[in-house]
């Protein structure tokens, strides 16, 4: 399978379990829900369009990288205290925490395929 067509799929795949992360902050009250979350769906659009409509040129491969680093980071941004012992017991915790550790691969997998991608020459053929 072509690279490039890899970094959109981990990118989408990030780009949902990043709106699923932020929808379980909510419900597990992490944050609270509100206008400041358009800010959110901006930022998830913005990696959608990068995604699907930019995918081809530089521009669309450095915002699928730094779709990637926000995925990647979720993980060391959540577990930096450890989680309450007391939230582990709610029966969403599993999911959670399974949303975070797939969230850090796909992240990852993506800077490393969006990395390649930028240093591709442009002339190489896809």
Known sequence: MKRHVMLMGSSLVSAVLLALHISQDIVFGFDRAGLNHLIGVGIILLVVCGTLLLSHRQLGRVIMLLGGVMSAGMLPLHMRHGLRPEFLQNSGALLFVWTLYLLGVMGFFSII???????RP?????
Do not use: D, F
Not at 113 to 119: H, K, T, Y
Not at 122 to 126: D, K, M, T, V
């Open 122 to 126: 442009s002339a190489e053929p896809r």
């Open 113 to 119: 395929l969006a990395v390649l991608e930028l240093r």
